[in-house]
C-alpha cells in the first residue's frame, strides 16, 4: 500500500502537471489546527482531541489489582532494540542461549534471543521487494505474455479466464508504473524550481515572509510558493519541506520503480530458501532490527513506549512485552513470510499480534488462511491495519484479511482498523485511510502520531499502521488487567465500547470528496476508547 506520505507528497507536486490536477481538486483539507502531544491517548470531552481516553482510563485503574504482562508480537519491518524508549518493554527469549547458534529452546529458530527474521539470510536482510503484482506478472508471463486476443479461442474456459486476469494486472501495472514516473519527475521538476527561486531570495533558509513576497520570475514559481507558504503555515520549515517532502518523496518513487515495479530485481537470494515451497519453515536469521526499522519501531512506540521515564512518548499500553518478528519488506510482503511469521508468534506465546502491513494481491492466501486459523485456535487476536488507499474495502480486494479463500468462514478473532484524526468533525476520517461498513471493524488514531523511530528519536507518522497499534495496546491494556478474557471477548469489548460517531464525514470515492454517515464506514460505527473498554471489561466473566 502507498503510504499516507507518499499520498500527500504525489498530490502536492500534483499542480505542476495537469494529469494530476484532478487528484489534488479531489484532496480533503486538513483539520485547521494541530492536535496536542499525545492526543492519541488524550479524552475527547476533557482534551478536545478525539483521543482514545488512555490517560482517564489509567485514572479509573488506579489502586485497582495488580496486572499481568501481556506478550505482543509486532510483524514489522523490524524494531531498532536499543530505543531507549523500548528496550525496557522488549521481549528476550530467556530459553535460548545466545550466540551458541544452536536450536537451545527447539523452537526451529536458532538463536533468536528477541524475535526472528523471515526476510534475512545468511548474507544479509532484504530490504526492498517486488509488489505482489509484479511477482504473479513475472509467474503468469511466459504463458500469457505471449498471447493476443485471437488466441484465447483455442484456450480452456479456465486458461481464458487467467488470460483475462493477466491483461487486467499488466493495465495495472503500467498504471502503477506511469504514475510513479510522472510523480518523481513532477517532484524534481519542483524541486528545481525551488531551488532556483531560493537563489533568487540570496538566502539560505527563506521564511514564510520571502515566499509571500516573492515576484515570480519564471514558469510555475507562483504555484511553488503558494505550496511553500501552505506547508510553512501547517509548521513547516523550508528545510523540512525540502528534506520530508522534496527529498524523500524523490527517494520514494525512484525506490518504487527500481525496486517495487522492477521485473529485474529479485533479492530473495538473501534469504536462501525456497521460494517455491510456501509452507517451508526455518529459514531467516535473528536480526530483528533489518536495514530500516523505522516503521516497525514507530508502530511498536505507540503499542508500548514506556510510559514512566519522563522522556520520548507514552505506549497504550504499561504492561506490555513486545516481540519482534521481521517479515516486511519495502514493497509487498510474501505470504510465506507472514504465514511463518503468525506461526513464530502464535508458537512463543503472543496474546496479540500486530499486523500493519497490507497489498492488492496474494500469491498464496490459503498458506495464510492456515497460518490465521492456527492462531484461532490458540486464543490469539490479530489486528490489522485496513490500508492507506482512500478505498471502501467492501468492494477492493486487501490482504490479508479474515475471509478464509476456501470459504470455510471468517477469523473472529480479527479486528480491521481504519484510521481516525483528532477533530470531530468532518475531517475525523484522513483521507487516505480505507474504510468499510462490513469489512472494516473499528477506527482508531493514526494521523500525526508521534512515536520511537530508530536511534532513540521520534517523528511523525500518519498511516492506519499507526492506527492499528493503538488498538493493540488497548487489547493488551485490557488483558493485562483482565488475563482470563478469551481473545473473541476483547475484541468484543473494544467493538461495543466505541464512541459512536453520529454525525457525516468526508471519504474519498476516486479523486472526488464525498460525505457520509459514518455509521456506513465501519462494523462498529465509532472510534475505540480505553476508558470504555475497561468499565465494560470488568462485567465479563
Known amino acids: 500500500m502507498m503510504s499516507p506520505k507518499a499520498m500527500a507528497i504525489a498530490l502536492l507536486a500534483a499542480p505542476l502537471f495537469a494529469v494530476h490536477a484532478a487528484a489534488a481538486q479531489g484532496t480533503q483539507q486538513a483539520p485547521p489546527k494541530s492536535p496536542k502531544p499525545n492526543w492519541q491517548n ?22 485497582k489489582k495488580k496486572a499481568t504482562q501481556i506478550l505482543v508480537a509486532v510483524i514489522d519491518g523490524g524494531i531498532d532494540t536499543g530505543h531507549v524508549d523500548l528496550k525496557a518493554v522488549l521481549w528476550h527469549n530467556k530459553k535460548e542461549k545466545p550466540g551458541n547458534h544452536a536450536d537451545d529452546d527447539n523452537n526451529g529458530y536458532a538463536d533468536d534471543m528477541m524475535g526472528w527474521d523471515f526476510i534475512g539470510g545468511p548474507k544479509g536482510d532484504v530490504e526492498f521487494d517486488n509488489l505482489e503484482l509484479v511477482r504473479q506478472i ?27 486476469m493477466y491483461k487486467n494486472m499488466m493495465n495495472d501495472y503500467n498504471q502503477q508504473l506511469g504514475e510513479a514516473r510522472q510523480t518523481l519527475a513532477s517532484i524534481e521538476q519542483l524541486d528545481r524550481i525551488l531551488t532556483g527561486m531560493v537563489a533568487n531570495m540570496k538566502k539560505k533558509s527563506p521564511t514564510i515572509k520571502d515566499f509571500e513576497k516573492y515576484q515570480p520570475q519564471a514558469p510555475g514559481e507562483a504555484q511553488v510558493a503558494s505550496i511553500l507558504i501552505g506547508a510553512m503555515r501547517e509548521g513547516m520549515t523550508y528545510e523540512t519541506f525540502k528534506n520530508d517532502q522534496i527529498e524523500d518523496g524523490k527517494k520514494h518513487f525512484k525506490d518504487e520503480i527500481d525496486y517495487n515495479l522492477n521485473f529485474d530485481y529479485d533479492p530473495r537470494a538473501i534469504v536462501g530458501d525456497d521460494t517455491t515451497n510456501d509452507t517451508q519453515r526455518g529459514y531467516g536469521n535473528n536480526d530483528v532490527k533489518g536495514p530500516d526499522a523505522d516503521h516497525g519501531t514507530h508502530v511498536a512506540g505507540i503499542i508500548g513506549a514506556v510510559r514512566t521515564n519522563s522522556i520520548g512518548v507514552k505506549g497504550v499500553a504499561d504492561h506490555v512485552t513486545i516481540m519482534a518478528v521481521r517479515a516486511i519488506p519495502t514493497g509487498d510482503e510474501r505470504d510465506k513470510d507472514v504465514a511463518n511469521a503468525i506461526r513464530y508468534a502464535v508458537d512463543n506465546g503472543a496474546r496479540v499480534i500486530n499486523m500493519s502491513f497490507g497489498k492488492s494481491y496474494s500469491n498464496n492466501k490459503k498458506v495464510v488462511d492456515d497460518a490465521v486459523k492456527y492462531a484461532m485456535s490458540k486464543n490469539v487476536l490479530l489486528v490489522h491495519a485496513a490500508g492507506n488507499d482512500g478505498k471502501n474495502l467492501d468492494g477492493a480486494a486487501n490482504f490479508p484479511n479474515r475471509t478464509y479463500a476456501d470459504s ?27 474504510y468499510g461498513k462490513t469489512s472494516v471493524d473499528v477506527f482508531a488514531p493514526g494521523a500525526r502520531i508521534r512515536s ?11 498511516g492506519t499502521s499507526m492506527a492499528a497499534p493503538v488498538v493493540t495496546g488497548l487489547a493488551a491494556l485490557i488483558l493485562s488487567r483482565y488475563p482470563a478474557l478469551t481473545a473473541a471477548q476483547v475484541k468484543d469489548i473494544i467493538m461495543k465500547s466505541v464512541v459512536k460517531v453520529d454525525h457525516p464525514v468526508t471519504v474519498r470515492s476516486g479523486n472526488s470528496p464525498q460525505s457520509v454517515p459514518f455509521s456506513d464506514l465501519c462494523v462498529s460505527g465509532g472510534v475505540v476508547n480505553a476508558y470504555n473498554a475497561l468499565k465494560l471489561a470488568e462485567t465479563y466473566k
Do not use: C
Open 42 to 63: 488524550l479524552d475527547l470531552q476533557q482534551d478536545g482531541n478525539f483521543g482514545i481516553s488512555t490517560e482517564r482510563a489509567y485514572k479509573l485503574l488506579a489502586n
Open 408 to 434: 470455510s468462514g471468517t477469523a473472529e478473532n480479527w479486528i480491521e482498523v481504519g484510521a481516525s484524526g483528532w477533530t470531530n468533525d468532518e475531517n475525523l476520517v484522513p483521507s487516505f485511510s480505507n
Open 452 to 462: 520511537t523511530v530508530p536511534g532513540s528519536k521520534y517523528n511523525e507518522h500518519d
Open 138 to 164: 513475472k509467474k503468469m508471463r511466459p504463458k500469457y505474455g505471449v498471447l493476443a486476443d485471437s488466441d484465447s479461442t483455442r484456450l480452456s474456459a479456465a486458461e481464458r479466464d487467467s488470460l483475462f
